[in-house]
């Protein structure tokens, strides 16, 4: 099973409609991302989170909203989806710098989540 | 602020040749750099990284970077090209450890490999 994993891996929806995106991990890490990918873009940052209770805004953040349900569990909502919001959206993870455990900066990826809005 | 460029958005290279994807950032401090790689219908996963230490890194799949300071350099090599190298690679930059961390990634690089 995959450490990361996100649902649904596909989706179609219409204009308007409410959308989340789910992801839940088994990597016992803290930190949480969802970054959205466009070709020749590479990835951009919507919403971090360091810990249940530290959510963050990153670079695109507009239209979108996230919850961190526990440790293991981050999802990104769209509440009202427009067409622009079609893109390949990916959770990722990190290890937090603890006593004995060094941060590396590395990010663990879920296979992603296609999202098309017509 | 950081940001992260990679020349060429798509680079061929016939079966057999050296690959080289080039990667180019600019940052305050000295960065954390990572190369990842995407194969089709996949998500993002780590070739190697520089944090601190010996300047030339190697990763899986016989990849390989240098870090450049002087050049603000990190780019990606390996000698000879295989068809199951054919995937987007992505360069990312992260600050060291601070108060908050976030990495920056590049547009990404389309490598095709010709048999």
């Known amino acids: 099973d995959a450490d990361v994993t996100q649902t649904p891996r596909n989706r179609i929806t219409k204009t308007g409609k409410r959308i989340m995106l789910e992801c839940s991990q088994t990597?016992?890490?803290?930190?949480m991302y969802w970054y959205r990918q466009d070709p020749g873009l590479g990835l951009r940052l919507i919403y971090y989170?360091?810990?249940?209770?530290?959510?963050n805004k990153g670079e695109i953040s507009d239209g979108y909203s996230v919850s961190r349900q526990a440790q293991a569990k981050f999802s990104l909502s769209l509440e009202s989806a427009i067409p622009n919001q079609t893109a390949l959206y990916f959770c990722?993870?990190?290890?937090?710098?603890?006593?004995?455990?060094?941060?590396?900066?590395?990010?663990?990826f879920g296979e992603g989540s296609r999202l098309t809005v017509l | 602020a950081q940001s992260v460029t990679q020349l060429g958005s798509h680079v061929s290279v016939s079966e057999g040749a050296l690959v080289l994807l080039r990667c180019n950032y600019s940052?305050?401090?000295?960065?954390?750099l990572f190369w990842y790689v995407q194969y089709p219908n996949q998500g993002l996963q780590l070739l190697l990284k520089?944090?601190?230490?010996?300047?030339l890194v190697k990763g899986i799949n016989g990849f390989e970077a240098e870090f450049k300071k002087s050049e603000t350099s990190f780019h990606l090599t390996k000698p000879s090209a295989h068809m199951s190298d054919a995937a987007e690679y992505f360069c990312?930059?992260?600050?060291?450890?601070?108060?908050?961390?976030?990495?920056?990634f590049g547009p990404g690089t389309s490598l095709s490999v010709i048999p």
């Open positions: 520089y944090t601190t230490g010996a300047t």
């Open positions: 989170s360091f810990d249940v209770k530290d959510i």
């Open positions: 940052s305050s401090v000295p960065p954390y």
């Open positions: 990722a993870t990190s290890a937090q710098e603890r006593l004995g455990a060094r941060y590396t900066g590395e990010l663990f």
């Open positions: 990597k016992g890490h803290d930190r």
């Open positions: 990312a930059v992260s600050r060291s450890k601070t108060s908050y961390d976030k990495v920056i």
